[in-house]
């Protein structure tokens, strides 16, 4: 049988473009003994997947060959005991509408639990990602105060929520006024900053934190980071998940260095690979998936139809294009 | 009685010059009950205290008061049953050359179990600054890579020793081809960079670093850690003791931002605090006092003479005057 797949065609420079991909068709051969047939159902695209196209993110990915992101799959066929037709899956798998896998490393998930688009967001490696670091590398004390960046978007706005439940004040970064009502109305952050709003943003931190920044959740970098850490208080924890504003730079954007910060206020800036908290998925998932039961969290997802468009929709993440999770339906 | 006191006389900008200290003579009043009277012995002069000058670091030094440091005293006269006259003690105490202390947190010190000098260096704050950080936020497992920037100075000098001891490979980076010689001769570095005689100094970094940067103990902030950075390994933990490079700065240098490189290679950046430390500076000063006897640890002093050389003192740490730890000897 044919199916579509969606190749790097090269590596991007700044911002990707739709050229920057290519949609071919190819055969898949039929299945051995112990594979599945799969077709996709939901596709995540993620502002990570930026650095493997580069290759600053290792492992990166390869000219000419597909991209892999997150996906929940349907089983159509197969010829391995652990799989029937007509279950989900979810894995690192190929940007194909259908490919053929071993059966090892791919999580039945059940759509009587959760919307199956959950499963690549807040019930996924999105909310994990909030989840884990902020706990453990944030130890967020209640009265403190936590900053999120990216704040409308699928971790910042899941990260939030948890920062809310643990007790801490709450304010969000983000880039527009809608996103900022979002923020604060449905995802109950105390105040929110509109970077685009703002002649100077260090001022409108400290305005929105009277008592400093105790805890920055960072996905972002660049100027909206510097003029958070600018209202940092001394033992601040900033936890870095992402830096969407440097993945597209083609020279990097100069600013003071953090380190002399970091001597005065007993600072921790801490980087993590979520794959090292794997022990504790199933734990934080159970956690994760109580609070959305007793609507202790809320999520948003801009699901994009077609599987011609994931380019598209990734691209948007750049623009801000997504509220919450970016998903595409296939 | 009359004493000699070195105020702080204006904030300095940029290098402190000798301008920005006064000398001046003052009288003590005697002694009430529960009081000793301290005659220094021995001043310590740090970078961290540049901070305390502009008032960049908490609590800061008042325009008109004296400076404050640690000091080795000895007892001149004793209104405290805890103390006798002749008795040597340790604290942060004023730059004069007699004070009057109550007796509370100060630190009695034994002059036979090693030289007085060695309680304001290796057996003192630098020592524990350099081990107790390394161990803790470190975590060095034998093999790995450390590097360590003001390699030669009090600190570096220690944590460098300290690495090898833990089993690490440890490269030094100093400003001179006389202290690159230091570091390998006689505090057993495996490699030293001098950073004055490199035109490529991330280049030169990765040649003595040929499995890239596992652990960064950095002294001095500034171009010298972004080349070490640029060389890190994913995982990497840097531990900022200090920024010298950026004490005397008065538009902050730019650079590019770190926060990329913490998101791709799961980085660690911490600051701290020593006195945080504290309920373990026994059990530390122990190890220290061990490693130190049985020759593991040696360290270099630069000790100069006369109460009234303490700002030159000072001042020359920001030009590399001193080999490991410098002092002023009253």
Known sequence: MKTKTIRLKNRPVGVPKPGDF???????????????LLEASYISVDPYLRGKMSGTKEPRFELGQPITSKLIARVVESRNPHFRSGDYVSDYLLWQEFQIAGGSGLTKIDPHQAPLPAYLGVLGITGLSAYLPLLDYGQPKPGETLVVSGAAGA????AGQIGKILGCRVVGIVGSEEKAELVKEKFGFDQAVNYRGSNDLNAAIASACPHGVDLYFDNVGGPISEAVIANINPYGRIIVCGAISNYNETTPALSPSLLPLVVYKFLRIQGFLIADFSSRFPQALNQLHEW??????????TIVQGFENLPNAFIGLFEGLNQGKMIVEI
Do not use: F, H, N, R
Request: proline share 3%.
């Open 155 to 158: 971790v910042g706005s899941i």
């Open 22 to 36: 290519e949609l071919v068709t190819q055969e898949l051969p039929g299945l051995s003994q112990g594979e599945i």
């Open 292 to 301: 959305l039961q007793q609507g202790k969290i809320t999520y948003s997802e």
